[in-house]
């Protein structure tokens, strides 16, 4: 049976020229069927009038973290996978009410809240999973403390890494995530914040052990994201071949030079630095954790400022946990201080559907794309503030179906 909305009267932003049109966006079967002046609404189709209201493609936000559910990663590892879901299921419907219709986990996820989510089981975004990140021992997906002896990567319970070290054992460990059906996979190429035994400024796996682990994504048809602060990590990661640099707060012109060189992503956390400056204690963060994050938090918008101004392609993502995921939208008022509003949408629409491979799919409100949009009472060219409230979202728009709000 098809099913058919129409979207009239809107106010179409187009993220790739910046340029707004009038007009109406039929979708047919949770696809953008034809876009342009008062159209026809086909028998049986859903009708919604938004006039005076700004449409926009749905969003993307490029790393998050569904499953963290605490900020104290080392706990999460002793939750139940079930308990763990539950909460999950809670966290993607937050998300997509926020305007995010798809997202691309950065660790802890896997095909079973994926698939759940495709079929309609619970709410959320488009989920893209790369299940458990890679982590060399001690790295930032160790989640030990120094009087834990025992390597365990917890098959029974949640958690976001994996330990595997030497060229053999991450080939098993990124097949064994590629077997698991990985959108991508996920390396820690640095130390971290949240992670108890490491230091920011360290850099972590050889570089044998990167290619290897990008070789192995390759074969796969898939691609490599890797946690890095530091110049020095980024740029190994990325010689390595790395696709996707996460974080970068601590980033040089070299490494600006490599992102552009090797056509590579950068895709800034920005807001996860406030929050746990702010909240991170509140919300289960170690202390031991919470006093690194001034060795990242003024840094990261000089980076980003260097890497736009370097032509480097910027990404959305927000990486919070626990309570603090509340924030994902303030992501574009950060932003925003060192960049134009319609930039900063692009990174969080077209530019994000190229790193996932969904351009065209996603981030778009082409002919053929997924009828992802959203319904916003304010001109974020204008204020992008109105990004960042969602209380400014008037609807959700997912595969043809208003899943949140009303219009």
């Not at 981030?363 to 992008?384: M, Q, Y």
């Amino acid at each position: 049976m098809t099913t058919s909305l129409l979207v009239r009267n809107a106010r179409v932003l187009d993220v790739v020229s910046g340029d707004y049109h009038e007009g109406d966006l039929l979708s047919v079967d949770g696809r953008i069927a034809e876009s342009g002046p008062r159209l026809t609404a086909p028998a049986g189709a859903s009708t919604v009038d938004v006039a005076g209201a700004v449409v926009l493609p749905g969003l993307v936000d490029a790393h998050v973290h569904v499953t963290a559910a605490t900020a104290d990663l080392g706990a999460l590892t002793t939750w139940s996978p079930s308990y763990v879901a539950a909460h999950s299921a809670r966290i993607m419907g937050q998300m997509l009410d926020r305007g995010f219709t798809t997202v691309r986990d950065a660790a802890g996820a896997d095909y079973g809240l994926a698939d759940a989510q495709a079929e309609g089981l619970i709410r959320g975004p488009r989920l893209l999973f790369c299940g458990r990140a890679l982590s060399q021992t001690g790295g930032h997906g160790d989640n030990r403390g120094r009087g834990t002896h025992l390597a365990d990567d917890h098959p029974c319970c949640a958690g976001l890494g994996r330990v595997a070290d030497g060229v053999d054992a991450v080939r098993a460990a990124a097949r064994d995530e590629l077997r698991k059906g990985a959108h991508h996979l996920k390396v820690m190429a640095s130390g971290g914040v949240a992670s108890p035994t490491d230091r920011i400024d360290s850099t972590q796996y050889s570089d044998e052990e990167l290619r290897a682990i990008v070789a192995e994504a390759e074969a796969a048809n898939r691609y490599v994201a890797a946690h890095a602060y530091t110049a020095r990590s980024v740029n190994r990661a990325l010689r390595a071949g790395i696709r996707s640099i996460e974080h970068g707060n601590l980033i040089d012109d070299e490494s600006v030079a490599l992102l552009r060189e090797h056509d590579a992503f950068l895709v800034p956390t920005l807001v996860t630095y406030w929050a746990l400056k702010q909240e991170g204690i509140e919300h289960g963060l170690p202390e031991r954790s919470w006093r690194k994050v001034d060795e990242v938090l003024d840094a990261g918008l000089a980076a980003l400022e260097r890497a736009a101004r370097g032509g480097v392609r910027l990404v959305y993502g927000s990486d919070l946990l626990g309570g603090m995921h509340r924030h994902q939208n303030e992501e574009f008022r950060i932003r925003a201080q060192v960049q134009q509003p319609i930039e900063v949408i692009r990174a969080a629409t077209v530019t994000a559907a190229e790193l996932v491979n969904l351009a065209g799919e996603v981030g778009t409100l082409a002919v053929g794309a997924h009828a992802d949009l959203i319904v916003l009472d304010g001109d974020p060219l204008a204020d992008i503030g109105v990004l960042a409230d969602p209380r400014h979202i008037r609807a959700v728009v997912q595969s043809g179906q208003v899943v949140a709000g009303g219009v």
